[in-house]
């Protein structure tokens, strides 16, 4: 049995990575960096417990993959060492092309989703490894002849899911995104190449898609939690105006270079390793630095917004389920007008609105199948005996500075 090296996670207890390639690019600089990116964005405004990171989070979606793994071949799933070796290496990268805040500032800095950074990273690192990583890479492209094991990665029962969930519910203190993981993984089998759940388990379904619901609009997409995240992209966006503009600002060196230039997803593939040692440069250090440094710049709207985030003094909220009247944000708009003067354009980045959407599951494409005693296997949203909420559920908001409250 070859030697492990051993994390002690607050969530699962200890986890056990064997030495070789995995321990190897756990150990790499670019998976370092996520030590540095948070889980959660700016949750812990209000989950003050809630500052673990993307480090945690694939650690622990690494060590459900490998109890997924024994599950399977325990039911006689052919899953060769090769095979696990490389779909433990999907899991263990999927989130390694992150940004700052993770999710918070996605698409703002680059214009390129971090799911194909992440392939973009582990095409660099499969030339670093002299071509180890070539059926991980296939495995998360999808490309792999055996589904099931692209479906561990990425789909509706997923082992990036099944942690994200349990960890953000730990670190949160919020009970209800509570799931039986444990269970879960322990119903899962393989029927005509794709992943089902044991009929045995399908409360257990039930209970993680009701979770995963309630820790979206109690969590991810709690009110205080959507304006400071909000604040956080609009202040990000005037640094980079400013910045165009030529104004005087304190910023990294990983920061200007992504704000010199506008890449795109062509120039990461034409100079790849160049780029993306300079994005692995980039983290929530990198921002949060920005904001401190210009606390007291001249430009008024970046101080603002600055001093806001950093102190706390977050800006007011409002969710409806229908849009906005007009007349009711241009109300808005005069009475800050009033309070600091006449501000054209840039008043856009203290009032400002837009929509948050999230459905509890999706009927579209790759439903979880349940395995019936019969070895029939049925759609999650006509097995269950309760109504599967299969709805985009959608609530619009108003942000703007207590000042005018």
Same mark, same amino acid.
């Given at each position: 049995?070859?030697?492990?090296?051993?994390?002690?996670?607050?969530?699962?207890?200890?986890?056990?990575?064997? #030495?070789?390639?995995?321990?190897?690019?756990?150990?790499?600089? /670019?998976?370092?960096?996520?030590?540095?990116?948070?889980?959660?964005?700016?949750?812990?405004?209000? /989950? &003050?417990?809630?500052?673990?990171?993307?480090?945690?989070?694939?650690?622990?979606?690494?060590?459900?993959?490998? !109890?997924?793994?024994?599950?399977?071949?325990?039911?006689? %799933?052919?899953?060769?060492?090769?095979?696990?070796?490389? =779909?433990?290496?999907?899991?263990?990268?999927?989130?390694?092309?992150?940004?700052?805040?993770?999710?918070?500032?996605?698409?703002?800095?680059?214009?390129?989703?971090?799911?194909?950074?992440?392939?973009?990273? +582990?095409?660099?690192?499969?030339?670093?490894?002299?071509?180890?990583?070539?059926?991980?890479?296939?495995?998360?492209?999808?490309?792999?002849?055996?589904?099931?094991?692209?479906?561990? %990665?990425?789909?509706?029962?997923?082992?990036?899911?099944?942690? /994200?969930?349990?960890?953000?519910?730990?670190?949160?203190?919020?009970?209800?995104? %509570?799931?039986?993981?444990?269970?879960?993984?322990?119903?899962?089998?393989?029927?005509?190449?794709?992943?089902? =759940?044991?009929?045995?388990?399908? #409360?257990?379904? !039930?209970?993680?898609?009701?979770?995963?619901?309630? +820790?979206?609009? $109690?969590?991810?997409?709690?009110?205080?939690?959507?304006?400071?995240? $909000?604040?956080?992209?609009?202040? =990000?966006?005037?640094?980079?105006?400013?910045?165009?503009?030529?104004?005087?600002?304190?910023?990294? &060196?990983?920061?200007? #270079?992504?704000?010199?230039?506008?890449?795109?997803?062509?120039?990461?593939?034409?100079?790849?390793?160049?780029?993306?040692?300079?994005?692995?440069?980039?983290?929530? =250090?990198?921002?949060?630095?920005?904001?401190?440094?210009?606390?007291?710049?001249?430009?008024?709207?970046?101080?603002?917004?600055?001093?806001?985030?950093?102190?706390?003094?977050?800006?007011?909220?409002?969710?409806?389920?229908? &849009?906005? !009247?007009?007349?009711?944000?241009?109300? +808005?708009?005069?009475?800050?007008?009033?309070?600091?003067?006449?501000?054209?354009?840039?008043? !856009?980045?203290?009032?400002?609105?837009?929509?948050?959407?999230?459905?509890?599951?999706?009927?579209?494409?790759?439903?979880?199948?349940?395995?019936?005693?019969?070895?029939?296997?049925?759609?999650?949203?006509?097995?269950?005996?309760?109504?599967?909420?299969?709805?985009?559920?959608?609530?619009? #908001?108003?942000?703007?500075?207590?000042?005018?409250?």
């Amino acid at each position: 049995m070859s030697k492990k090296k051993i994390f002690n996670d607050p969530v699962y207890g200890f986890i056990g990575v064997p #030495y070789g390639i995995l321990f190897d690019l756990i150990e790499h600089p /670019y998976f370092q960096r996520l030590r540095r990116i948070k889980q959660v964005g700016l949750t812990h405004y209000v /989950y &003050p417990g809630a500052l673990h990171t993307r480090f945690h989070h694939a650690l622990g979606a690494l060590h459900l993959m490998h !109890e997924a793994i024994e599950v399977l071949r325990s039911k006689d %799933v052919e899953i060769t060492e090769k095979e696990a070796e490389a =779909v433990n290496i999907a899991i263990l990268l999927h989130d390694i092309g992150h940004g700052p805040f993770s999710h918070a500032l996605e698409n703002l800095l680059i214009k390129i989703h971090h799911e194909d950074l992440s392939i973009l990273f +582990m095409e660099e690192l499969n030339e670093i490894f002299e071509g180890k990583l070539s059926m991980a890479i296939q495995i998360f492209k999808n490309e792999y002849p055996k589904p099931f094991l692209y479906q561990l %990665v990425s789909g509706q029962l997923d082992m990036d899911r099944l942690d /994200y969930l349990n960890r953000d519910s730990f670190f949160t203190g919020v009970s209800e995104g %509570v799931i039986g993981y444990d269970r879960i993984i322990k119903m899962l089998d393989v029927r005509d190449g794709n992943l089902v =759940v044991e009929e045995k388990g399908i #409360y257990s379904i !039930e209970k993680f898609l009701i979770a995963r619901r309630l +820790m979206y609009w $109690q969590v991810y997409l709690h009110k205080t939690v959507l304006a400071a995240e $909000q604040m956080l992209i609009k202040a =990000v966006k005037r640094i980079k105006e400013l910045h165009e503009m030529g104004k005087p600002l304190i910023l990294s &060196p990983a920061l200007s #270079y992504f704000f010199n230039q506008s890449l795109t997803s062509q120039d990461f593939k034409n100079s790849r390793k160049q780029v993306l040692d300079q994005f692995a440069k980039l983290d929530d =250090v990198d921002v949060i630095m920005a904001l401190k440094d210009n606390l007291e710049n001249e430009d008024l709207v970046l101080s603002f917004l600055a001093k806001s985030i950093i102190n706390r003094e977050l800006f007011k909220i409002e969710l409806k389920n229908i &849009p906005f !009247e007009r007349d009711y944000i241009q109300k +808005m708009r005069q009475k800050l007008t009033n309070e600091i003067g006449p501000m054209g354009n840039e008043l !856009e980045h203290l009032i400002f609105g837009g929509t948050e959407s999230n459905n509890e599951y999706s009927i579209l494409k790759d439903e979880i199948r349940i395995l019936f005693k019969n070895g029939k296997t049925v759609p999650m949203s006509e097995a269950s005996d309760r109504e599967i909420h299969s709805k985009i559920i959608t609530k619009y #908001y108003l942000c703007y500075p207590k000042i005018i409250c």
